[in-house]
């Protein structure tokens, strides 16, 4: 069987929600993935602890960042294989130069899930900012120009009327960075998913005045994407990343979203992803903030096309990639079911 028609049928497999198994006789493979310290990278993590990724031939290792653009980078480079993580103006950019493809979707804001938060300053909520119409005038901070950060800062300007450019952006370039900044007042607002957004509100220093889901509708907020090498060349290891990928996200919505999972079950999840995610704090006080506010992740890495999209054409109209940069560029679809 040729390698085409094995990708054929796997996206048709994935597209149905029949997991994908490795035959007895597949190539193993040590895959680097990039992840960043947040409960939102969990499946990958579930996938390797639970031995799913080993089912599909792959022995998984994991490469830190601290912001998306550079893992997406690192793939581009060969040094990563695998990445989840937001869309990014520098993923286009590479993506057109053809280093790059997303090949499914991963965290998504669902009207049944509690989302992402806006969040401001202590000193800027005393100061009057009590909405996200306040926000005018205001410094916001991102990770860097491009990231998911400053296109919900801008989604937020467009709705409330404001022009873009009276949000005052501060890179910052890491999301330790931006934690930092905001409880010292350094900046006024930022918008986070909600474990990290609650964390920060049950102190004394962060105030939440808002949600993504008012200002950006079903927002796919991070992709699964990969080397165009690895698309074109070895379209199968993909099809068995994803795989075993999809796994994890099922057991993580069982675990953390739909809460369907004994509780045996879930403190097992919650172990795993303490591995990697708020590893600063024994597993008992990371526990809850792990559990709390956690998104849906969509189900075998379906793909948001349209709100991909949109934020295609966002960074358009901030010059943050090419003119001619095109949505068949940046993502094959052949790999999952897109909607």
């Known amino acids: 069987m040729t390698s085409t028609i094995i990708h054929s049928l796997a996206a048709i497999t994935l597209a149905s929600g029949v997991a994908l198994t490795a035959p007895a006789n597949a190539q193993e493979d040590t895959v680097q993935i990039g992840l960043l310290s947040l409960t939102s990278h969990a499946p990958s ?7 799913y990724f080993e089912e ?7 490469v830190s960042f601290q912001a998306a653009q550079p893992m997406a980078v690192a793939i581009a480079s060969g040094d990563v294989d695998f990445g989840v993580t937001a869309i990014t ?19 998504q804001e669902t009207p049944e899930i509690e989302g992402q938060k ?15 119409a306040d926000l005018a005038g205001r410094r916001f901070g991102i ?13 937020i300007a467009d709705a409330e009327g404001f022009d873009r450019s009276e949000l005052s952006l501060v890179t910052l370039n890491s999301v330790p960075a931006v934690i930092a900044s905001l409880r010292s007042g350094q900046i006024d607002a930022w918008s986070i998913v909600p474990n990290i957004a609650g964390g920060l509100t049950r102190g004394e220093d962060v105030v939440e005045i808002g949600v993504i889901a008012d200002y950006v509708e079903d927002y796919q ?32 919505n069982a675990a953390l979203v739909d809460k369907t999972m004994s509780e045996e079950e879930t403190a097992e999840i919650v ?5 990697y995610v708020y590893t600063d704090r024994p597993l008992e006080d990371a526990d809850p903030a792990i559990r709390a506010g ?30 001619e940069a095109t949505v068949e560029n940046l993502v094959d679809t052949s790999f999952v079911e897109t909607f």
């Open 221 to 252: 907020v991070t992709t699964v994407f990969t080397s165009t090498d690895i698309v074109e060349n070895n379209p199968e290891l993909a099809e068995r990343f994803l795989a075993g990928f999809s796994k994890g996200v099922a057991d993580y």
């Open 56 to 62: 599909e031939g792959i022995t998984a290792e994991f």
């Open 118 to 132: 806006i969040l401001v300053s202590r000193q800027a909520h005393e100061d009057g900012v009590t909405t996200p």
């Open 294 to 323: 956690a998104m849906r992740i969509n189900e075998n890495a379906r793909l948001n096309l349209g709100s991909v999209e949109d934020q295609m054409e966002w960074f358009k109209s901030e010059d943050l990639v090419p003119a």
């Open 89 to 107: 103006g520098g993923l286009i950019s590479l993506a057109e130069r053809g280093a790059v493809k997303v090949i499914g979707g991963a965290l």
């Open 271 to 275: 172990a795993m992803i303490h591995e």
């Open 45 to 51: 993590i579930i996938a390797e602890a639970k031995g």
């Open 143 to 155: 990770t860097t120009a491009g990231s998911s950060f400053h296109y919900m800062a801008h989604k």
